[in-house]
């Protein structure tokens, strides 16, 4: 193995293939290392994952899944994709007002991303943070920010009724207009096969035609 394959080897063994987001193993690493004291862990929730997967397919999912990976890492250094619709973010020394403007970041990024899908994927997450203390694990802090995220829903669900008609409403719709691109290619290309057998069939009339004169003409040439 060169170097080059060992440098891979070790990307793909601490890296999420769909996201590019570093994995459980770089995040065990991270475990080991003990004081946690400064750090701040971020729980990341990609917002209806499941209804995506159902309505649209797993495909667009994944669409959903990457372009949120990519976004955390394009604000954040330290982004983990722990499994399903979860990501964890680490930071060092990071408190208050500086969260809420990369929080902030993030939302506008995949809002613009969003858009570039012409809003049929809807990209929405939710946050949960937890600060490290002396005598905290990782693990500890994870679940932490977890439970932030689950309160942060829990108090969010009496003022979401409208909202998540919104939300069923985007999917519908996204469903809708996959339907619809899905049908109109359908019938192009059902239009450009029923061409073709037309095309064919005045092929086929013209050769006919042809060889009909080419024997008209020989026997012509025989009965001189």
Not at 51 to 68: C, E, F, M, P, T
Not at 120 to 140: D, E, H, I, R, W
Request: a negative charge.
């Amino acid at each position: 193995m060169n170097e080059q394959e060992q440098t891979d080897y070790k990307y793909l063994a601490f890296h999420d293939a769909m996201t590019g987001c570093k994995n459980r193993k770089a995040l065990e690493e991270v475990a080991q290392k003990g004081d946690i004291s400064k750090l701040t862990a971020i729980s990341v929730t990609v917002c209806d994952l499941g209804k995506i997967n159902a309505s649209l397919g797993h495909r667009y999912g994944d669409l959903v899944l990457q372009a949120v990976g990519e976004t955390l890492q394009s604000v954040y250094k330290h982004v983990y994709r722990l499994g399903g619709d979860e990501f964890l973010v680490l930071l060092e020394g990071a408190r208050g007002e500086i969260l809420t403007r990369m929080e902030t970041e993030v939302r506008r990024r995949l809002a613009l991303c969003e858009a570039e899908h012409a809003n049929v994927l809807p990209m929405q997450v939710t946050f949960g943070y937890a600060y490290g203390t002396s005598g905290k694990n990782l693990y500890a802090l994870m679940d932490e920010a977890d439970g932030a995220y689950v309160n942060a829903q829990a108090e969010k669900q009496e003022e979401k009724p409208k909202a998540d008609g919104e939300k069923e409403n985007a999917i519908a719709t996204s469903e809708h207009v996959l339907e619809t691109a899905h049908v109109a290619y359908s019938w192009d290309v059902y239009e450009k096969s029923r061409k073709r057998r037309q095309n064919a069939m005045r092929l086929r009339k013209s050769i006919g035609v042809l060889v009909s004169l080419c024997l008209l003409c020989a026997m012509l040439v025989l009965w001189q």
